[in-house]
DNA sequence: TCGCTATTTGGTGTAATGGCCATATAGCCA
DNA sequence: TGGCTATATGGCCATTACACCAAATAGCGA
């Protein structure tokens, strides 16, 4: 049976852009982090506990994604969530997760 | 000021691991086809436009990553669904988007 | 201004991803 | 069995992602 996209294929490339920016486990935890509050880079890079430039890295790519926004003051930049939606992102994943834990129990018994 | 990851290191990996399956256009585009049905293969490399081989090894990464499940009936394969979580996951991608194009107008003003 | 600290940027090596082709596998039907 | 169709797998190549180091940039205080 024929099946219609139902976007354009710039849209799926947008969305997947978005994704990708989620797909990385430091970024995950740095969003997890920036959940409650502001947070600067010197201390996402000791939470992360990669090299500075990398923890740097990492959040210009959640910045072009869209997801944090960063303010300057003096020395230090300090990240923030610039979106509010990302419960249902963690929700998703997390039930996709118990739900694989669950299957791999079920074959071991 | 010292944060702590909520969670462990692998905690992370697992949900990175997750992420990765959903950030690729061809796999968003497969995993909204199967919202509704399960496809065959055939119609979902009809669908996604590319090699079968290539659909046929998405398909694989979104098995893995247990977001989609197989039944075999003759010689075809179809797909559907695992999870019905995926709602969450696309409201926050859309979101986002949204968003984004919003401060995009801002700056053109 | 000088030096110290925080951050970003550029360079480089390496690993992972994703595309296609060719081939293997498996069911179905004549 | 032989041939056709549907799918999966292996190989190969180009591109991307990501880690670290080194160097550039910028604010601040002596």
Redesign the pocket.
Known sequence: MKIRPRHSRPRYDARARIA?AL?????LMILEALEDREV??????DLV?????????????L?QAGLVE?R????????KLKVCCLQGFWDCIETVLSQNLKAQQAVLR
Not at 49 to 61: E, I, M, N, P
Request: charged letters at 25%; one cysteine or more; a positive charge.
């Open positions: 990708k797909a990385h486990p430091s970024r600067c880079v010197c201390d996402l890079t506990g990669a090299d500075q430039s990398t923890v740097s890295k990492h959040l210009a790519v910045k960063d300057k003051d003096g020395v230090m930049v300090f990240y």
